[in-house]
């Protein structure tokens, strides 16, 4: 391996190549798999690779930790080409001529664990794309791209500089700006019908939702808890709501 590559450009991890191999093999440049990754499904992904003539390279588990600072790469590490993302003023005019929209915004998720099982959330469910703050925020790194499962790589990605900003925006599209909070006066999400194009926005478990943003919001909604914790992980939440959102036909309305 010649040079430095900037660890942005790498991911990691069995299902992530996968999924990359699967939908979108063109932007893999070089994989990076350990030496000794014996037969089975490792050996198959290699054998994959091969296939689709994408090179590989064998080197030692500790090589592998040090390209990605981690050591849950689970013997493989790729190179990839820089994705593109969508430009938010060009997503919002793709999206005049459509009767439903469903997008997930992100503010203030800052650990890439929970970034990127909300990356998984969201292409898991359909979402149109995800909208998160350029500088508030988790990086798109290795560790996101494992975590989502290769959904860093997939879903469509809209970076913005300003949230509260890309709110308006949307809400001047057609969009029902949806905030989540964690208890009443909020709506409750079981009692709440929803329009045919909603911007569902999720903040952090300890810092929530930037107060300006939730001043914006065209309506907030809680999740309901019948147990003593009252409240869910950032991505088990997202999960629950998504599925209100996108899918539950009592809960969805035909009509704003």
Known sequence: MKGHIPKSQLIMGIHTLQHL???????????FAEQSVGK???????????????PV???????LTHMVTSDSH???VA??????CVALK????????????LVLMLDQIFDPQNFGALLRCAECFGVDAVVFSKNRGADL?????????????IVPLIPVSNLADAVLHFQEAGFEAVATTLEAPSENLYETKFGMKTLLILGSEGEGIQPLIQKRADRRVYLP?????DSLNVAQACSVLLFAVGFAPTIRTTSL
Do not use: W, Y
């Open 141 to 153: 790194t290795p560790v996101v791209a494992k975590t989502s499962c290769g959904a860093s790589e």
């Open 225 to 229: 808890m019948r147990g003593k914790i």
């Open 74 to 76: 689970q013997s493989f």
């Open 90 to 101: 060009d997503f919002l005019k793709n999206s005049e001529e459509k009767e439903t929209g």
């Open 57 to 63: 390279s064998l080197l030692s588990f500790d090589a």
């Open 40 to 54: 089975g499904r490792k050996s198959e992904l290699i054998d994959l690779c091969h296939k689709r003539k994408i």
């Open 21 to 31: 191999l699967a939908h979108a093999p063109e932007r893999l440049v070089h994989v």
């Open 79 to 84: 190179q990839v080409r820089p994705r593109e």
